[in-house]
């Protein structure tokens, strides 16, 4: 733990089967007019929109609708949010959905009353917000971007072809989320499955990078048991209370800033499957599940230290007589292995990426500086050939 | 996770060997006067006292000062403390020190408003506050208790020998706390490791309870051995910075109220260490190492699994060919080591315990129910025995 830096966490968490009991009592504290966004309208199938509703009628709220926010959120709508929250003075932007919806829900809020153009000055010059901003709540309903607990927000400008990630400020972080598990159980299981090896990936990310003793890595490891034993658990039933809801409060904490405190941190697969996934339209976690193992192994020899704790400390791999390269390399194996057994994706060209794509997968690929080896352009093609 | 429960930490940290350059800008959040509380004047020997005191006076801010805290701040020391804050006006209490000095603090935030007796409210009828809370912000100078991010409040009546602690709802955590690894460098050696086995026996209490699978256990198992790699560290050399920042951010989130979320909590130690401080005003650290191996011991075969778990997960024990008993039993014994390796008081006679002493020590140990075992009376002596 080395670095100087300031932690700040203001959002309320409402968790369990019980939590949107809560959502009457958080109303109180904002004004009558009550923005609700959502999806492409499964919540209306799984009956989550109606008992939001219904609460919200109760407390007397005016009620605006924004549906229809679509998996990477588009400045068009966004523009179209902002316009309608500014013009039915919203009070509170409740966002009902997954990790778009909150991402949008927190661009609206600092766009209403934004006096420039807010993809410009957010998403393009990365400005801090100095206009008012409209205060967010989350009822989650798909696991796996943290987006209930954090500053990040992605919106995806498709004339410009361009998908970019503002990290804001804690006074836009959502000012209470309620996580009730028993709302993830209608997503389908290639879903859940995709949104585990994300919430497995935000760790690695953050783990797989410097070389001092650090607290974060320590619990990051304990985050990372916690979600391999779950995963199991939930991909053989997934309506495993247990296994659920460990994987929902791993999700949060897995990218809610605590475990990059003092740190440093790589993010370079998540910069590969974007890169393949601007290419296949491909989930976003399998895109990452598929370029994994070719990265690790690649990076492992200029990590060899980190790489054989982490085969200990979280496959439990047994170090005894042992080379250090041995045991990482038993620990990437044991990783593979749990990866395929819970059904996740191995290679890009099960998402539709072909080799006349690597070139262009390649130089789209943003490259780090964080993690043990700052690739190369070869590199970065090298491993996407592995991938295939 | 199995329960339902709420989660919130406002608290904003500000960590490093920078961290109180960040006051001044704090400080613009609040009024005029501060009240700066601080305890027997050991922060005026190594300088903290002159910088808080040159930030408080370039930001223009009026000093009211209430020094002497003691270690076991006393309810007559916080009837003073509401009126010096209440008469003055108080904008901001300011902590500078350990867990006493906010304790204290956050005491005096609720009761310079406070109608009624604060003691008889607070701390006999354990009533919610309902008057005006003064914000109360932290300079860290000591690390165990995680006062800096939580509502804990404990305090002594003399008169009606007793000695209580309120946890106090988030509107009552301090709104800030600057945590400066190198401002813990000149406390002695004796109250360092007192310290670490405080931070050691918080994860404890809440880990060693529950039989379900559960997240906020993955996360004490990594804060336990983040802390139990940095104490060695520590004790050798005390101004290890790696070490000393790794032990007090673990201190700050052994107790922050996040390892204990969805589960139940044990707290047995501490009702047994605190029976054996009312006798011996032994340092509080101290008291929980000496009972802490004679209890686990105790009720290891009711926990049996966790104890294994602990082991293997904790300690790095081998569980190949072993019986759970052997393995939860080999735990112990490298637990037990680790403390005689750090130098923590084993036996509550070295405390200055006596046998006629055990029989009053055990009347005076509160029974908790959320443990592997409840205990009797006797079962009580006994431990204390053990302990001798």
């Not at 959120?73 to 500014?86: D, N, Q, S, V």
């Not at 995806?156 to 309620?178: A, C, E, R």
Request: charged residues 20%.
């Amino acid at each position: 733990m080395l670095g100087n830096f300031t932690y700040s966490n203001p959002t309320k968490l409402y968790f369990g089967k019980d939590a949107l009991d809560s959502l009457s009592a958080e109303l109180e504290n904002y004004g009558k007019n009550v923005m609700l966004v959502y999806g492409g309208g499964s919540i209306k199938k799984n009956g989550i929109y109606q008992k939001v509703v219904k609460i919200l009628k109760a407390c007397g709220k005016n009620i605006v609708e924004d549906g229809g926010v679509m998996p990477n959120p588009t400045a068009e709508k966004l523009y179209e949010g902002a316009e309608i929250a500014r013009t039915h003075n919203v009070d509170l932007i409740l966002a009902v959905g997954g990790g778009s919806v909150c991402d949008y829900s927190k661009a609206v809020s600092v766009s209403a009353y934004c006096k420039e153009d807010p993809w410009d000055k957010y998403f393009i010059r990365f400005e801090d917000v100095s206009c008012d901003i409209i205060p967010v709540g989350c009822v989650l309903t798909m696991v796996g971007t943290g987006s209930e607990m954090n500053g990040g927000s992605v919106i995806t400008n498709h004339k410009q072809k361009l998908k970019i990630g503002h990290v804001f400020g804690d006074n836009v972080f959502p000012k209470f989320s309620i996580l009730n598990p028993e709302f993830t159980y209608t997503l389908p299981k290639y879903q859940m499955t995709a949104g585990i090896y994300d919430i497995m990936s935000h760790i690695l990310e953050q783990y797989f990078s410097g070389t001092d003793d650090n607290t974060s890595d320590y619990i990051a490891e304990g985050l990372l048991r916690s979600l391999i034993v779950s995963a199991r658990a939930a991909v053989k039933n997934p309506e495993d209370y247990e296994a659920r809801s460990n994987i929902m409060w791993t999700a949060t904490w897995a990218l809610n800033t605590l475990i990059a405190k003092g740190k440093t941190t790589d993010w370079e697969v998540h910069m590969l499957g974007q890169a393949v996934g601007a290419y296949t339209d491909a989930t976003h976690g399998m895109t990452l599940s598929a370029v994994s193992m070719p990265y690790y192994r690649h990076i492992m020899p200029y990590g060899l230290e980190k790489f054989a704790r982490y085969a200990v400390n979280v496959w439990n791999v047994n170090p005894d007589g042992k080379t250090k390269k041995e045991v990482a390399e038993e620990g990437l194996i044991a990783m593979e292995s749990w990866m395929k057994e819970i059904g996740l994706v191995m290679n890009i060209s099960d998402l539709g990426a072909t080799e006349d794509m690597l070139e262009g997968i390649a130089s789209a690929t943003f490259i780090n500086e964080g993690g043990y080896k700052i690739l190369d352009k070869n590199e970065v093609t090298e491993i996407l050939k592995e991938s295939l």
